[in-house]
Nanobody
Framework: QVQLVESGGGLVQPGGSLRLSCTAS????????MNWYRQAPGKERAMVAG????????TYADSVKGRFTISRDNAKNTVYLQMNSLKPEDTAVYYC???????WGQGTQVTVSS
């Protein structure tokens, strides 16, 4: 079955950086479009970034453009989210999502606070 396991979340000060990872199994990762979403307390889950199967296409929410970078390593079945210049409003649970199978990871908490 499809499994997505996120890691890399934590507590970071404003202006800091984190890199999230999502390792996939149970499907042909190299053929799948992948997304990162996030959900802040009291808010709906929202798309953060997406990447095409070969990595040549990427898309970002306006709120993270220029600060976050999505990438993937198909040899490792892993998609990454590099987050720089973090702001308190980036605080959320971050989820990996594969649209092809409508499957979510368990999420990883990112807290940006001084």
């Amino acid at each position: 079955q499809v499994q997505l396991v996120e890691s890399g979340g934590g507590l970071v000060q404003p202006g800091g950086s984190l890199r999230l990872s999502c390792t996939a199994s149970g499907f042909t990762f190299s053929s799948a479009f992948m997304n990162w979403y996030r959900q802040a307390p009291g808010k709906e889950r929202a798309m953060v970034a997406g990447i095409g199967s070969a990595g040549g296409f990427t898309t970002y929410a306006d709120s993270v453009k220029g600060r976050f970078t999505i990438s993937r390593d198909n040899a490792k079945n892993t998609v990454y989210l590099q987050m720089n210049s973090l702001k308190p409003e980036d605080t959320a649970v971050y989820y990996c999502y594969v649209p092809m199978f409508r499957s979510w990871g368990q999420g990883t908490q990112v807290t940006v606070s001084s």
